[in-house]
């Protein structure tokens, strides 16, 4: 692992303007959500594409003032630091979109993945791993467990930007029924927020279900996501030279 047009639109989510590239939504982005909608199948890379794109300069902002402020702070200090904030965030994404159904399950899930991406991004940075650089978002991907090793993570991110690059120019041409893509993209998001979270899915749909899962489940896995964060971005600065200590 490094460290180193036919279909209707996705709601539009409170809080998620297109923006600037230099700005850092709480939640997914519209053109991203137009990203994921027409190619379901890897909604998972091009969050992780977008993340390191516009969530990457946020986490390198933070990690240079935190270090300004608090500079006898150490990496697992400040790691924590970032956990706490986001598991909290976590605990409240489900909430931000307001939907029912399909599409508001989607929403929540897809708000939860992006938040957690958040959380992994300010972790590589407080060890000391570049938040901007492109295998953050093959880190993403395996840390989440989309993928199980770099070499498939890198070859679908790949994939996607390739195909991000050819629907800039040509436009997508996706014709399936709004109903299946919905559900194939909340799956797949589902599936990078954490296993809990595609019961969540579920229970939003299903008429009469009882949503069993409350905000423990969103902070469940997004917690079990901090741990292994931490692990990995561990290991990846025992590896760099340390600077001397007066």
Not at 148 to 170: D, N, S, W, Y
Not at 207 to 224: F, M, Q, R, V, Y
């Amino acid at each position: 692992m490094p460290v180193p047009s036919g279909s209707a639109p996705v709601p539009a989510v409170p809080g998620a303007p297109a923006g600037d590239p230099g700005d850092a939504p709480e939640a997914p982005p519209a053109r991203l959500w137009d990203r994921m909608r027409d190619d379901p199948q890897y909604a998972p890379e091009h969050l992780a594409l977008e993340a390191v794109r516009r969530l990457g300069p946020e986490a390198a902002q933070w990690i240079a003032k935190a270090r300004a402020e608090r500079p006898d702070a150490t990496a697992d200090q400040l790691a924590d630091q970032a956990i706490r904030r986001f598991v909290n965030r976590a605990r409240l994404s489900g909430a931000v979109s307001g939907a029912a159904g399909l599409p508001g399950a989607v929403i929540d899930v897809g708000v939860l993945a992006w938040t957690q991406a958040r959380l992994v991004l300010h972790v590589a940075a407080a060890y000391g791993a570049d938040p901007q650089h492109p295998d953050r978002a093959t880190d993403l991907l395996v840390l989440q467990r989309v993928h199980k090793v770099a070499e498939t993570a890198r070859l679908a991110l790949g994939v996607a930007a390739g195909r991000e690059r050819a629907g800039a120019l040509f436009g997508h041409a996706a014709q399936n029924p709004l109903g299946r893509v919905m559900l194939q993209l909340g799956v797949r998001l589902a599936r990078m927020a954490g296993v809990r979270a595609a019961k969540r899915v579920f229970a939003k749909v299903v008429p009469g279900a009882a949503i069993i899962l409350g905000t423990w489940a969103n902070s469940s896995a997004t917690k079990d996501l901090a741990e292994r964060s931490q692990a990995l971005y561990r290991e990846h600065r025992s590896g760099l030279p340390q600077p001397r200590r007066p």
